[in-house]
């Protein structure tokens, strides 16, 4: 199996980088009310050893079918979001993103310099030129993000939800950055 290629990211406002312990508690914060993530399908944090284990399984198969960031302004050491890079497919060489960031850093487009910079990686480093985003049909912000950043919408798929038996409707977006497209 590959090895993807992981870097500690830069961009104008913000640094990306692996989670150290003081984030334990700023992600905690975010995962224990449920009301920070209206649109997303994460398991309630009701102790901080369900941040490690929400850590734990970021990391599981990081660097062979995922990569994981904390998102750090770089005026400040704590987190304000995370972002992943997962979901691949070798032989197609597509990745899908899944992101999130702590209400309170809504807004002030760090998550599209976040996600740009990702991008740029992926594409030199990791060889990919596919990238996608499933977000939920009612996630207006996040379906405006991908747009923003030039993802194409290319239909609605449902999947039942991880943590609950709800089911999902997704709206599925790619970029492709390939030569000839």
């Known amino acids: 199996m590959p090895k993807l290629k992981y ?4 961009s104008e406002r913000l640094n990306l980088r692996l989670p150290i312990k003081s984030d334990v508690r700023a992600q905690y914060k975010y995962l224990s009310n449920p009301n920070n993530y209206p649109f997303t399908d994460y ?3 009701k102790s901080k050893k369900d941040v490690h284990d929400y850590f734990e399984r970021m990391f599981k198969e990081h660097l ?5 960031w904390m998102i750090v302004k770089k005026d400040r050491k704590k987190p304000i979001g995370t972002i992943s890079a997962w979901n691949i497919n070798w032989e197609e060489m597509t990745i899908e993103f899944g992101y999130s960031l702590y209400p ?7 998550m599209a310099e976040a996600l740009q910079c990702v991008i740029d990686f992926l594409k030199k480093e990791n060889n990919f030129y596919l990238f996608d985003i499933w977000t939920d049909n009612q996630n207006v912000a996040s379906r ?6 030039g993802f194409t919408y290319l239909n609605d798929e449902v999947e039942k ?3 609950s038996d709800k089911f999902i409707t997704y709206a599925c977006y790619r ?3 390939r030569e000839d497209s």
């Open 104 to 110: 309170e850093y809504r807004g002030f487009g760090y």
């Open 43 to 45: 398991k309630v944090a």
């Open 64 to 68: 062979y079918q995922s990569l994981f």
């Open 161 to 163: 939800a991880h943590n």
């Open 175 to 177: 970029l492709d950055l």
């Open 7 to 10: 870097l500690e990211l830069s």
């Open 144 to 149: 405006n993000l991908a747009e923003s950043l």
